[in-house]
């Protein structure tokens, strides 16, 4: 089993940052995936941005190319989502995800069927 815990959503204004943060215990593995998706109410879960444990690479949905940023630290078992520029289009749950398996293709990387674990969520909402 793997636990998932999410913190630092929020309120912030069009154009502000937040950085989210998911730790990760239970058992470990040697290579993984790991997610940020989004839900906005009405609409279906949607990703927003993939890093694999195994060699680092990264996989962003166009929506935030250039204003979000994944990163990891290995020692705390964390990853985080620094989003800039925030829209009120962003505005939505944000669950971190995990998968057993090292996916190499954003195909699989985005597809939230792929992962075995989830947050449970935290709230982010982008308003005047």
């Known amino acids: 089993q793997v636990q998932l815990v999410e913190s630092g959503g929020g309120l912030v204004q069009p154009g502000g940052s937040l950085r989210l943060s998911c730790a990760r215990s239970g058992r470990t593995f040697s290579s993984y995936t790991m997610g940020w998706f989004r839900q906005a109410p009405g609409k279906e879960r949607q990703f927003v941005v993939g890093?694999?444990?195994?060699?680092?690479?990264?996989y962003y949905a166009d929506s935030v190319k250039g204003r979000f940023t994944i990163s990891r630290d290995n020692a705390k078992n964390t990853v985080y989502l620094q989003m800039n520029s925030l829209k009120p289009e962003d505005t939505a749950v944000y669950y971190c995800?995990?998968?057993?398996?090292?996916?190499?293709?954003?195909?699989?990387?985005?597809?939230?069927?792929?992962?075995?674990?989830w947050g449970q969520g935290t709230q982010v909402t982008v308003s005047s």
């Open positions: 890093i694999t444990w195994t060699g680092g690479s990264t």
């Open positions: 995800a995990f998968a057993r398996i090292y996916y190499s293709d954003y195909g699989r990387v985005s597809d939230p069927d792929r992962y075995d674990y």
